[in-house]
């Protein structure tokens, strides 16, 4: 269950592993959180949130 988490996360729910161009679908799978955000606070608040775990998952996924 560990692994599977891990991989969603560091995958950007798996969108990291589709077809022709991965870290284009990953940019584009995340464009709606960033568009709804308005709140300078709210999108430090996320972008930091996300720097942490996206770190976290990516050292665990090394590791494995």
Known sequence: MKKHFIK???TFFYTGY????PGTWGSL??????IFIHNDYVYVAVLTVLLFSG??????????
Request: one cysteine or more; hydrophobic letters at 70%.
């Open 8 to 10: 969603c996360i560091s």
């Open 18 to 21: 589709l077809p022709k161009a």
């Open 29 to 34: 799978a995340a464009l709606p959180l960033i």
């Open 55 to 64: 770190r976290w998952a990516a050292h665990a996924m090394a590791l494995a």
